[in-house]
């Protein structure tokens, strides 16, 4: 198993930008696919970007052009640079591995986009 743990959410208005950091203390990360993951309230939770572990991407459409994953091998961390922020971007947002399904869930990290 390995566990995820996300930071760097908050405020931010309409518009904004926030980074948020996923950091798993293995020795494998760089061997891992990873993803972005984000569950509104009454919503289920759906991914919206994954790095492979040789540094290709994949966006959901929704943050297609205003959201970037990348990784340092060398700190075992994934971010999320998101621009242009907009309310539905309002989320818990957490990363695990692209097939999750035995993996467990880290606690996320609250985004909240609001004037």
């Known amino acids: 198993q390995v566990q995820f743990v996300e930071s760097g959410g908050g405020l931010v208005q309409p518009g904004g930008s926030l980074t948020l950091s996923c950091a798993a203390p293995v020795s494998f990360f760089r061997r891992l696919n990873v993803g972005w993951y984000r569950q509104a309230p009454g919503q289920e939770r759906d991914r919206v970007a994954l790095i492979s572990n040789g540094g290709g991407s994949d966006y959901s459409d929704s943050v297609k052009g205003r959201f970037i994953i990348s990784r340092d091998n060398a700190k075992n961390t994934v971010y999320l640079q998101m621009n242009e922020l907009k309310p539905e971007d309002t989320a818990v947002y957490y990363c695990?591995?692209?097939?999750?399904?035995?993996?467990?869930w880290g606690q996320g990290t609250q985004v909240t986009v609001s004037s």
């Open positions: 695990n591995l692209e097939y999750y399904d035995r993996n467990p």
